[in-house]
């Protein structure tokens, strides 16, 4: 696997626990959007420490842009990244990952697994043909939503949200159901994208079959 270092030109706290960070981009590099690449810290300590992250940016950029949620309680990759700053160096990889667009459809994401369908989103909003898709996204509160704003502009009332601790009004509330997901299926939606906590997703892809969703059908990123 090739490896680039690469600096911080910025980072921005987008939720509670939840921050962007850009970086410089390598020349010739690129990526398919729903990719992810291993990064790690440059240093000696942590340079070996590397965790997969998602692109979340447009390969039009000038920048690399990954949007991470920071754990400090495990002590691991998310809380030393959260200690960082511009000019601060990262080790990236190459792109990889099972999450490529294949058609419209519907998207479900479980928390930090929004971030491939950020990229996913962006480069069909950029190229004018994001319309036909649907977006559910599961978080515990409002608060805990990445970029609700901006996915509300992009996707407008194919955005639907559902949180498990909070009670918002015109968001549903509880879990991902059979039920939520056939009042927003349509005969045209022929690919279903999941990425999420493994449990939530596993669960989700159980429903999508129990309701007649072929398994070729279901595009799966835990």
Avoid at 102 to 109: M, P, R, T, V
Wanted: with cysteine; proline share 5%; aromatic share 10%.
């Amino acid at each position: 696997m090739r490896e680039h270092i690469v600096r911080i030109v910025g980072t921005k706290q987008i939720t509670h626990d939840v921050i962007r960070f850009r970086v410089e981009k390598p020349e010739g590099y690129a990526f398919v959007p729903g990719q992810a690449t291993s990064v790690s810290v440059n240093t000696p300590d942590l340079r070996k420490k590397r965790r997969p992250f998602t692109f979340t940016g447009l390969n039009s950029d000038s920048f690399l842009e990954f949007i991470i949620k920071i754990y400090p309680s495990h002590q691991g990759v998310t809380g030393e990244l959260a200690k960082l700053k511009a000019g601060d160096e990262l080790v990236i990889g190459n792109g990889w990952g099972a999450i490529t667009y294949k058609g419209s459809g519907l998207f479900i994401a479980g928390g930090a697994g929004i971030t491939p369908f950020i990229a996913i989103f962006r480069h069909l909003q950029s190229e004018g043909s994001l319309k036909g898709n649907k977006l559910i996204f599961a978080n515990k509160t409002r608060a805990d939503i990445i970029l609700e704003s901006e996915l509300k502009e992009m996707l407008g009332e194919a955005f639907i949200n559902i949180l498990s601790d909070e009670k918002v009004k015109e968001y549903a509330s509880g879990f991902i159901t059979p039920g939520l997901i056939m009042d927003n299926v349509t005969p045209d939606d022929k690919n279903f994208y999941l990425c999420g906590p493994p449990p939530m997703m596993e669960s989700v892809k159980q429903q999508l079959l129990s309701l007649g969703i072929g398994e070729n059908a279901i595009f799966l990123e835990l």
